[in-house]
T-cell receptor, first 116, second 114 residues
Framework: GAGVSQSPRYKVAKRGQDVALRCDPI?????LFWYQQALGQGPEFLTYFQNEAQLDKSGLPSDRFFAERPEGSVSTLKIQRTQQEDSAVYLC??????????????FGEGSWLTVV | GNSVTQMEGPVTLSEEAFLTINCTYT??????LFWYVQYPGEGLQLLLK?????DKGSNKGFEATYRKETTSFHLEKGSVQVSDSAVYFC?????????????FGKGTKLSVIP
């Protein structure tokens, strides 16, 4: 597709459930990012991939969060045993090259997660 | 660490009014600075950017100048339209290691009324 595609767009999970959020980056983009945006806040960095390698996962809030990009294209963000504080919009973004400062990063529309 | 502070909203303006949204930052070295916009129901889009001091980014009538002496990157538009109603985010990416990571402000919601 022309842009970054995320699914599902909306997800309601019961506390304790596992969820998986999918991201299809722009074709050929080397870099892929996940951000978390809580209500009324700016996005916060979660993790960064360069092709299939996860180079930075310093923003993942706990070991319940796991991300993968096994073939260097599609990525999945998995949240185990969801908690109410996980409720947020999860944004995926991609960049053509190695994502160094000043390069354009393209965002998807986000996956809205509500944990009840 | 790096941080971005931007003017709290919401901001409500009449059509054709002048817009300023203030943004200041804290970062070591020479960060790149960005304004992103989020229209209702859409994803974040890059509005403009500046990668070094005194650079001016511009797009769609919006402008922002990278001021290192005041660590600021204020967004301005001379005459806003109803279609500019959106949430605006100021962001930075640090220089050197970790430069791929964007640090965002909290966002400023702009509503333009006819």
């Amino acid at each position: 597709g022309a842009g970054v595609s995320q699914s599902p767009r909306y997800k309601v999970a019961k506390r304790g459930q596992d969820v998986a959020l999918r991201c299809d980056p722009i074709s050929g983009h080397v870099s892929l990012f996940w951000y978390q945006q809580a209500l009324g806040q700016g996005p916060e960095f979660l993790t960064y991939f360069q092709n299939e390698a996860q180079l930075d996962k310093s923003g993942l809030p706990s070991d319940r969060f796991f991300a993968e990009r096994p073939e260097g294209s599609v990525s999945t963000l998995k949240i185990q045993r969801t908690q109410q504080e996980d409720s947020a919009v999860y944004l995926c973004a991609s960049s053509l090259d190695r994502g160094t400062g000043g390069n354009t990063i393209y965002f998807g529309e986000g996956s809205w997660l509500t944990v009840v | 660490g790096n941080s971005v502070t931007q003017m709290e909203g919401p901001v409500t303006l009449s059509e054709e009014a002048f817009l300023t949204i203030n943004c200041t930052y804290t970062a070591t070295g020479y960060p790149s600075l960005f304004w992103y916009v989020q229209y209702p129901g859409e994803g974040l889009q890059l509005l403009l950017k500046a990668t070094k001091a005194d650079d001016k980014g511009s797009n769609k009538g919006f402008e922002a100048t990278y001021r290192k002496e005041t660590t600021s990157f204020h967004l301005e538009k001379g005459s806003v339209q109803v279609s500019d109603s959106a949430v605006y985010f100021c962001a930075l990416s640090a220089s050197g290691a970790g430069s791929y990571q964007l640090t965002f402000g909290k966002g400023t919601k702009l509503s333009v009324i006819p």
